[in-house]
């Protein structure tokens, strides 16, 4: 799939080859949502209301920050929200909760991250339904789901649809998948109960999101922390293993800092020869990539961290979207 991704951004003469199986693509998508609308594929409910925060294209948008976001808004609004993860990445199948400590080979590097902002419990599991189903289990004061990723995981019934659109990218080529990055057809937007969108000015019924950060902290000591000015004049490397690295990249060159970059795949497992730069005054890196960097870190690595920012009204209008369903009180 990575070699491929390529193509998801022009045109090409592998496309002839590519398109008729973007075409079987979008008829076995659609016969599945159909057959989820019919009742002839299983679904379910939790006794709660779910918010799925997802997309319809492969690879990162944003929705980790975003989800962190409305974490955070829902609690200082007085809900008590659980976030679900699929764990993409990690090894454990069955539904548990995640530690900050966890190992994100185990459960996922995006659910690590998470866990470690403390803001409130974090799962994982391959099969949503039945995680969503313990967590009410272990917590029952839980009166929302939040769900990162799984728009397609029409098995769970949800209440709230929440699209995040990475607006550098955007929807690539515009075709399915395998001829470009889209998972479902465009049509399926008008479905969302909001779009937001990650970068750029939003159109008319979207919502826009930025990322920021200014503030680095060491690796090995977090207590220790530093601003760009503290970096300029050094040697300075970065490195990124998320769905776009160039963001990341251009928001230290925004910070005024011309480091050595260092892009990788989504996801990517670290080794100690990728922080191997024997010249480095100071490695910088995003948060997803510090969990996995945790166990080969050395001094010289730093991690900024970002925060999702957004219009106030969006946070409104999705209480809106929830008030039918009710809030359960503790």
């Not at 955070?72 to 090894?91: D, F, K, M, N, Q």
């Not at 099969?127 to 990162?148: F, K, M, S, T």
Request: a negative charge; glycine letters at 8%; hydrophobic letters at 40%.
């Amino acid at each position: 799939m990575h070699r491929l991704q390529h193509y998801w951004y022009c045109r090409a003469p592998i496309h002839l080859i590519l398109l008729p199986l973007s075409g079987l693509f979008g008829l076995l998508a659609a016969l599945r949502r159909q057959f989820y609308r019919l009742g002839w594929l299983s679904s379910a409910a939790l006794p709660v209301p779910v918010a799925i925060i997802g997309n319809i294209t492969v690879g990162g948008s944003g929705k980790t920050p975003f989800t962190l976001w409305l974490a955070e808004c829902l609690l200082e609004a007085g809900w008590h929200p659980v976030i679900l993860s699929r764990g993409y990445g990690g090894s454990q199948q069955a539904a548990r909760a995640v530690q900050p400590d966890d190992s994100p080979t185990e459960v996922g590097d995006e659910p690590v991250l998470m866990a470690q902002r403390r803001l409130c419990p974090v799962w994982v599991g391959r099969d949503r339904l039945a995680a969503g189903q313990a967590l009410l289990n272990a917590h029952p004061e839980c009166d929302i789901v939040l769900c990162d990723d799984g728009l397609q995981h029409y098995r769970l019934q949800r209440n709230l649809e929440i699209v995040v659109i990475d607006n550098r990218r955007g929807f690539g080529n515009g075709w399915l998948l395998p001829a470009g990055p889209l998972r479902e057809p465009l049509s399926r937007l008008a479905k969302a109960d909001a779009i937001v969108l990650h970068g750029g000015t939003p159109q008319a019924g979207q919502y826009a999101m930025e990322l920021h950060g200014e503030t680095f902290y060491n690796l090995l000591n977090p207590q220790q922390t530093a601003t760009a000015a503290d970096f300029r004049g050094q040697r300075l490397h970065a490195l990124a293993g998320i769905g776009h690295p160039q963001r990341f990249f251009d928001h230290l060159h925004r910070l005024g800092l011309e480091p050595l970059l260092h892009p990788f795949p989504d996801h990517h497992a670290y080794c100690a020869e990728d922080l191997a730069f024997p010249d480095a005054d100071a490695i910088l890196m995003t948060e997803k990539d510090a969990v996995k960097c945790a166990a080969i870190a050395t001094e010289q690595c730093w991690v900024l961290r970002v925060d999702a920012r957004l219009d106030p009204a969006l946070f409104e209008h999705l209480l809106e979207r929830l008030s039918p369903h009710g809030r359960q009180t503790a």
